[in-house]
């Protein structure tokens, strides 16, 4: 790679985990609620918990905040560095928008400005995924919707979908012969660790049959409920 390839991945990737780690569940909820989202329920910085703590309202807005950060992230990357600086690597124009990607869900799960404990970044990682590859994560988001439907597990369809992702960015990029689909399927295999990382805790709990599962029912809702 070129000096200003390799300076454009740095700044892409610093600036989109900056981005990331604005955490929406916890700024809308001090917003609306002068409370700490952590502090109750599941204590994950997340949309479930935001709507089993708080209810609907404040989730959807957590919901479109999360889905604007990751459309934000990964469009204003490719539109700065691709139409407007030029620059491209490998011949493929989504190769920053998958950097500018794992950094904002980086961002998101290890947020600077809270002391790196923030969400399991799944509604970041989906719209990221989104914009960069439609087909893979559209099927991926039907297999989330099946597992979850038949489950109410939300953490499995979580998972399934980050994992069902990851394998067809490799499967239909080599099918349409995608440049530089190797590598791009590499940093969305990164995205689907994270997922899974983060939810370790859910993992043993669906072993152990004791995992939550989705209800619109509000729980708890702290002091300010």
Known sequence: MSASQILAVIIVAAASYLFGSLNSAIVVCSIAKHDDIRKYGSKN??????????????????????LFKGVVAVVSSRIIVGSVLGIEYFSDKLFIGYVSGLFVVLGHVFPLFYGFKGGKGVLTSCT???????????????????????????????????????????????????????????????????????????????????????????????QNG
């Open 128 to 222: 990221t995924m989104l914009v960069l590859d439609p087909i893979s994560m559209s099927l991926a988001l039907l297999s989330f919707i099946i597992v979850v439907a038949i489950t109410k597990y939300v953490s499995l369809g979580s998972i399934l979908g980050a994992v069902v992702n990851a394998v067809l960015t490799f499967i239909f990029g080599a099918i349409f012969d995608t440049p530089g689909f190797l590598l791009n399927g590499i940093i969305a295999s990164f995205v689907a660790a994270i997922v899974i990382i983060k939810h370790k805790a859910n993992i043993i709990r669906l072993i152990n049959k004791n995992e939550n599962k989705l209800s619109f029912k509000t729980k708890g809702g702290g």
């Open 45 to 66: 910085a997340g949309l479930t918990n935001v709507l089993r703590v708080y209810g609907k309202s404040l989730a959807i807005a957590t919901l479109l905040c999360d």
